[in-house]
């Protein structure tokens, strides 16, 4: 095996085209191989859910079916985003992640299956349900996101505007207790779910995000969604109670307003008076809308810049939102560079929903689809400006019916990752860790050289340009 040393040297002597850093899931050749779906139910769904490049080994972690009987409703299905206890005494000892479905007939005529939480224990391999299915009618939990204060955030991706006011459309949900929480069996869970609308407007909850001033941004997934900012009164809150008791909500609109999907200079539009219906809300000042925004991811960009990376899963393209600068631009786009051809990756790059950052700043775009279509494809911003030169197939889904989703790495440990693998057609959902090692040295030397001359292609383009 290659060591540590020649790895950093060999990516110095290839100029800007890779920096060396802290992480190795960006160190290996980009996925050509081609997946296909998995027998529905087959035992290789624990062994090889994901086919990956060189580099990169895969293990389950807990799945449904070691929880209880899959035809039960209590045993949570479509496992969806995920995040770790941030600080605390045993920060990044525990996952957490929402379930997805809601209660319409998801488990078949007149069963309850909605919304729930779960939260794995690295240290023991154990899960416990700490937010029971059905607690509050909660459905559609999609997002997940650890708050400053220590408290754990999730929200309902089901909105009906005409319902706004409803118990179970758009809600914002807290667990305020998520490591203390206590679990003995599926259904007496002690997770404390405490709703948070009373400044945040009801939308379609996907992702969510804190910047380093502890602002709170969230989308609305819609046709034409916004993307929106919170900032408490109390930025520095102990609590929930205390973060979200005042503040401002705003809507961003680019230049006029007037174009949908819009790049270019943007203001943060006030949201007031307060509406409950956050899409009308964001109608009603003009906030340019993205055909579905999906997850959010924080980064700093190579100037020290802040910005905020939505995926736009309607228009196939990633964007970022620069939050010094006030501008926002496309990241990742169907026209960006495919490093395995050297051409615009084209309609290979289709339907991106999940982000993720690794421990050296890259995005990772999550495609919604299924086995044999879905690709996890990592972003390449060689100059660090928020636009990508070119990205990469990094890993693709196997398990028949499922989609990958909640690609998380480990703040803690920067060559781990969790990924879940929701609704498979088995039923079986599952947690998968992926870990990195290190690339035998041929691989990445020819890693090496086949950046080179993507970047010379990059470099034309741009010139031409």
């Not at 290659?2 to 899931?25: D, E, K, M, V």
């Not at 009308?280 to 959010?296: H, Q």
């Amino acid at each position: 095996m290659i060591r540590r040393a020649t790895l950093i040297a060999l990516a110095a002597s290839a100029g800007p085209a890779l920096a060396a850093g802290n992480t190795l899931f960006d160190d290996v050749a980009p996925l050509t191989g081609t997946n296909t779906p998995l027998p529905v139910g087959s035992p290789l769904e624990a062994t090889h859910a994901l086919l990956l490049p060189g580099g990169l080994s895969q293990q389950s972690l807990v799945s449904r079916s070691g929880l209880g009987d899959l035809a039960d409703p209590a045993v949570g299905r479509f496992w969806d985003m995920i995040d770790t206890n941030r600080s605390g005494p045993d920060a990044g000892r525990y996952l957490f992640m929402p379930f997805e479905p809601s209660n319409s007939n998801v488990c078949g005529s007149g069963s309850h299956c909605a919304s729930g939480a779960l939260r794995v224990d690295l240290q023991t391999g154990t899960a416990a349900t700490i937010v029971p299915v059905g607690t509050q009618n909660w459905q559609r939990g999609d997002a997940s996101r650890w708050a400053p204060w220590g408290g754990w955030i999730s929200g309902e991706e089901n909105f009906d505007p005409a319902a706004a006011g409803s118990v179970a459309t758009g809600r914002l949900f807290e667990v305020t207790n998520p490591v203390s929480a206590t679990a003995t069996n599926l259904t007496d869970g002690t997770g404390l779910l405490v709703q948070r609308n009373n400044v945040i407007p009801r939308v379609s909850h996907e992702g969510l995000a804190f910047d380093s001033l502890n602002n709170f941004y969230f989308v609305d997934e819609n046709g034409s969604g916004s993307i929106y900012k919170f900032e408490s009164a109390n930025p520095n809150a102990s609590s929930g109670d205390d973060f979200f008791a005042a503040g401002t909500t705003y809507a961003m609109k680019v230049g006029a307003g007037t174009a949908d999907s819009a790049a270019g200079n943007y203001t943060w539009e006030v949201l007031d008076p307060f509406d409950a219906d956050g899409r009308r809300a964001a109608d009603n000042v003009g906030a340019t809308g993205y055909s579905r925004p999906e997850d959010l991811e924080i980064r700093t960009l190579a100037n020290g810049d802040e910005a905020l990376v939505f995926a736009a899963t309607g228009t196939h393209d990633v964007w970022t939102v620069n939050l010094t600068q006030s501008t926002v631009n496309q990241f990742v786009t169907r026209d960006t560079v495919d490093i395995a051809t050297g051409t615009a990756v084209g309609n290979l790059l289709t339907s991106p929903d999940n982000l993720a950052i690794d421990a050296d700043g890259n995005i990772y775009i999550i495609e919604d689809q299924g086995a044999g279509d879905a690709d996890i494809w990592l972003a390449r911003d060689t100059d660090g400006d928020g636009i990508a030169e070119y990205i990469q197939r990094w890993a693709a889904m196997q398990v028949s019916g499922a989609e990958p989703t909640g690609l998380f790495f480990d703040p803690f440990n920067p060559n781990v990752a969790y990924l879940n693998i929701q609704h498979p057609a088995s039923g079986d959902d599952r947690l998968i860790m992926i870990t990195a090692a290190v690339p035998e040295p041929e691989t990445y030397a020819m890693f090496l050289a086949g950046l080179g001359l993507v970047g010379s292609v990059v470099r034309r383009r741009r010139s031409r340009g």
